[in-house]
């Protein structure tokens, strides 16, 4: 069941005192998980580096559709930017509702793939009436024209507070964040719903746009704004000023 939708992986709360499974945590562990998986160690092919784990955290090789914990061993489980990669997405995400009672994932939407398409990434996934719908590039003969990846996930990131902002106002652009409980429906090439196959192969009209990034009242985007303003100058003073003076 679809709890909402958080408007990034640092703003879930997982129980302050319960044990947290991150399954995927690669180069980029969650700081709130207890215990880090990860299936492959000696590779980077999935990842953006090497593994890494915070000072708290146990290490762990295992395969997220095998997992090996007993039933409902874990308060929550976190997996960012993983399900794109895996071989059964059903699997995969059913390993992680029998592990645990509730869960967050993390995926690049359909947009964010276009955007940044990447050669380890199997599935292309939008979230559709609350269940995650899934289809194979190679069914869909996914072929982007260019990959401007590293201009939306480095560049603009370091260097323009204003796509900062962006990412904060509109979050959904590029990425599908779903927090759950009990369980989450993964729907595999549907190729039968002609709908589905039409938002995923051919142009968005301006209807469609509206129903994936609904428009929002004046005043709610000036507080949306307003909210995320706060928050980038808040990090740039944490990393720009006080990490000069030690603190």
């Known amino acids: 069941m679809k709890l909402r939708n958080p408007k990034s992986r640092h703003h879930i709360h997982p129980p302050r005192n319960g044990r947290v499974l991150e399954v995927g945590g690669g180069h980029d562990p969650h700081p709130k998980a207890n215990l880090v998986v990860d299936k492959f160690i000696d590779?980077?092919?999935h990842r953006s580096g090497d593994i890494k784990t915070l000072k708290?955290?146990?290490f762990m090789q295992a395969d997220g559709e095998n997992l090996p914990f007993a039933d409902n061993?874990?308060?929550y489980v976190?997996?960012?930017h993983v399900l794109e990669h895996v071989d059964d997405p059903v699997k995969f995400m059913k390993e992680q509702c029998r592990v645990a009672k509730r869960g967050y994932l993390e995926t690049p939407n359909l947009m964010g793939e276009y955007l940044a398409p990447k050669e380890s990434h199997r599935w292309l996934i939008l979230e559709i009436d609350q269940k995650i719908v899934m289809y194979e590039k190679e069914k869909l003969g996914f072929k982007p024209g260019h990959d401007f990846g590293d201009i939306f996930l480095e560049y603009l990131p370091q260097n323009s507070i204003g796509f900062k902002i962006l990412q904060r106002t509109h979050a959904d652009i590029m990425t599908m964040r779903y927090e759950w409980q009990d369980n989450i429906e993964v729907i595999v090439n549907p190729?039968?719903?002609e709908e589905w196959v039409q938002l995923f192969t051919s142009p968005w009209r301006a209807d469609i746009y509206n129903k994936f990034l609904p428009q929002r009242t004046l005043?709610?985007?000036?507080?949306a704004a307003a909210g995320a303003m706060g928050e980038v100058f808040r990090s740039v003073f944490k990393?720009?000023?006080l990490s000069k003076?030690?603190?």
């Not at 005043?219 to 507080?223: R, S, T, Y």
């Open 43 to 45: 590779s980077n092919f």
């Open 78 to 80: 976190i997996c960012c």
């Open 245 to 247: 003076v030690g603190l």
């Open 239 to 241: 990393s720009k000023v």
């Open 219 to 223: 005043g709610a985007e000036a507080k």
């Open 191 to 193: 190729m039968e719903n």
């Open 73 to 75: 061993e874990f308060d």
């Open 56 to 58: 708290h955290q146990e």
